[in-house]
């Protein structure tokens, strides 16, 4: 399984960035997805999670309603598009993937995934 991640950058505050997780080596539509984030001195948190098909999806209490995530079953991608961006946004963000026998079914507790993308960095400046 791989997972490569890309999109990351520096933005200024209250600006967007998308994320794109592409997946090969497995079959996609069977994982679960989440992105999670590590900022300097800071445990791995997660930001969000999709069921495989994409009907549950979960946020971090202070993404909500900025982040959205998505799963594209036939490209193999998770994109995490981020809008109105802070700068306690700023983390190395890592994809990850689960294998999955339910659907409605996504991990927040990074200890259960199993395949994780290398991480982007994203800096939000002030």
């Known amino acids: 399984v791989q997972l490569q991640a890309s999109g990351g950058g520096l933005v200024q505050a209250g600006g967007s960035l998308r994320l794109s997780c592409a997946a090969s080596?497995?079959?996609?539509?069977?994982?679960?997805m989440a992105w999670f984030r590590q900022a300097p001195g800071k445990e791995r948190e997660f930001v969000a999670g999709?069921?495989?098909?994409?009907?549950?999806?979960g946020y971090l209490d202070s993404v909500k309603g900025r982040f959205t995530i998505s799963k594209d079953n036939a490209k193999n991608t998770v994109d995490l598009q981020m809008n109105r961006l802070k700068p306690e946004d700023t983390a190395v963000y890592y994809c990850?993937?689960?294998?999955?026998?339910?659907?409605?079914?996504?991990?927040?507790?990074?200890?259960?995934?199993?395949?994780w993308g290398q991480g982007t960095q994203v800096t939000v400046s002030s």
């Open positions: 080596g497995l079959i996609f539509s069977s994982y679960c």
């Open positions: 990850a993937a689960e294998r999955s026998y339910i659907d409605n079914y996504y991990s927040q507790s990074a200890r259960l995934y199993d395949n």
């Open positions: 999709i069921s495989w098909s994409g009907s549950s999806i």
